[in-house]
Structures are given as C-alpha cells and as structure tokens.
C-alpha cells in the first residue's frame, strides 16, 4: 500500500527478471505473490490466467517492434503452512516425459517453457516439528515472518537474533533502514489502521453476505412450501372435480334406470329402493 492524500491505496507491480545460466541469458516474467490466509488458489489461479496472456516488446535489429511471450516462473509467499508441507521451500519444475514409453527426456522446448511453469511455495511458518537447517533460503525466509512465537503480527518485527547468513544479514539491515525514517514509520502505522479497517470492512461483507444467503434460503424454502401447498391444493381440487363428475355420470345412469323402469310399470317406492333417487325427483320423469 502507499499513501495518497494521506489515505492508503494499492498498486500492483510487474516482475521481470534476467536470468544468466550456463553462458546463456533469458528473461522471464516472475508471478508473485504472498497471502496470509488459506485457500487463496482461485486468486492466484486469475492472476496465472492474466500472467500468460501478457506479451513483452522488444526491437528486432531492424528497428521493427515486435512482441513476444515470456516464460514465466511463479512465486507463493504464504503466511501459513498448507497441512501437507513438511519442508519451506519446495519448487515444482516441469519433467518432460516420453508418451510412448514413459522415459524422462533430456530436453529443453521453448514451446513447453512458456505453456508451463516452474513454481517456488515458500512458508514464512515453517510446517510443525520443522527443524532449521542453516540453509541461505531458510534464513531469507525466516525475514518474512511477521511475528514472533506468542506475538501479534506487526508491520515493524523484531528480529530474534542477527541472521547469520550475509545475504539475509545484508537484507535485514536494508530493511531496517525503514524504522529510523519518520515518514515510512508514519506510513507503517497508516497502513495498520488500513489494514485494521479493511479486516473489519471484509467482517462486514461476510456477514452481510451471510444474511443474504440466509434470507435467500428462506425465501425459496418459503416459495418451495407455497409452491407445495399450491400443488396440494390444485390436486384437491382436481380430485374433487373427478369426485363430482363420477358423482354426477353415476345420478345420469340412476336417473336413466329410473326411467327404464318407470317406463316398465315399477312402482315408484320400488324404483326410489333401486337407484337411490328421492320421490320427488321420480317425479319429474
């Protein structure tokens, strides 16, 4: 974050690195980032997407412009340690297989290195019962912690001893450049009250989004009970619709006995016994 008018706003930054290995010189685009919480995969899965549809320009010796995909290596700084971590630092490089047999190739393919990637996981907390080795990329690590054990994070950390490693050594007193000026050590403390303000406003919305899902499930359990009570009441109807056109085929068949046997001479007592109909409706026959 920086300040702008006194208020602290974010700003996102391209990595571009040039690498020199074995007499040969290659640039690459460097995907980083650090998350503090679990489960950021869709996050750095949409940043990825963005990474590999970016094109870098460059000038032939013509002078034409051109421009061109870089192979891209990505970098996880993560404030927690995902449960099947037991080591952290643990990279993950493409291995080129042959299809027919299954056999490692012993090749490099431009085509391959930019539609895949090497990724670095580095665990500012180490994965529990770890055991420091001394290693050089343990002690850089060992920097992005932002606590001590049984403290609270803070912007400004207190180092538990100078680390013994000169490139982590030479980072540490870079870093601590910044608490001795008033203005980075003004904008530290922005930033926390920033961050303090942004944790209770994601507070916020999650509850907000909470109550929503609430009302929403109950809003269809609602529709779903009227929509039910509307089916049971469309069959009641229909039944008692059938009932009463049964009801009235089976008087018209009554009614049409009655005068079949009226026609007969049967007495009209007689016929009320056969067919149920009442004196008076024989009369109307």
Known sequence: PLLKDGNPFYTRFDFKAIVEADGRTEEVLIELQKYRSPDPVGRFRTYLGESYMKEEAYTEPDGTRKRTSLPLIAVYILGYSPAEFRVPHVVAR???????????????????????????????VPPAGYVWRGSRQEAVLRLFRQKLDSEESNTIYELEEDPQDEVARELAAYLNLGTRQEDIVRRLKAEEEYYASVVELEAALEESKRREEEERRQREESERREAEASRREAEERRQREESERREADSRRRMVEVARMLKGMGVSPEEISRTTGLAPEELAGL
């Open 94 to 124: 493409p291995v080129l297989y042959d299809g027919i047999d299954g056999s490692v190739l012993e090749m490099e393919s431009r085509t391959v290195g930019l539609l895949t990637h090497t990724s670095h996981f580095l665990l500012a």
